[in-house]
């Protein structure tokens, strides 16, 4: 089992850059494949980007490709999600979600642990 704790959320104008920390409890943090989902208001809970536990695959939602980047450092049991060149619609409720799945998938269903969730607000 893990616990997983997010920060680093804010309020960002439109342009800005926020970086988001995923902390994990656990000793078997490695273990686990690593992603990042998104909830605005009104929508549906959906896949940002994830890493496997090696860090050697990433995959990323298009909305977010060549703005954001996820990495990880097992060291230190933490997940990071760089958010750069930031848009109003990237406003949403972020969580950091673990998997037991091999590889990286986009799938609600296949990560058992979330975290609380941090807001992140982009003005435009």
């Known amino acids: 089992q893990v616990q997983l704790v997010e920060s680093g959320g804010g309020l960002v104008q439109a342009g800005g850059s926020l970086r988001l920390s995923c902390a994990a409890s656990?000793?078997?943090?490695?273990?686990?494949?690593m992603g990042w989902f998104r909830q605005a208001p009104g929508k549906e809970r959906e896949f940002v980007t994830g890493?496997?536990?090696?860090?050697?695959?990433?995959y990323y939602a298009d909305s977010v490709k060549g703005r954001f980047t996820i990495s990880r450092d097992n060291a230190k049991n933490t997940v990071y999600l760089q958010m750069n060149s930031l848009k109003s619609e990237d406003t949403a409720v972020y969580y950091c979600?673990?998997?037991?799945?091999?590889?990286?998938?986009?799938?609600?269903?296949?990560?058992?642990?979330w975290g609380q969730g941090t807001q992140v607000t982009v003005s435009s």
């Open positions: 890493v496997s536990w090696s860090s050697s695959r990433t």
């Open positions: 656990g000793r078997t943090f490695r273990s686990y494949s």
């Open positions: 979600a673990a998997s037991v799945t091999p590889g990286v998938t986009g799938t609600v269903g296949a990560y058992a642990y």
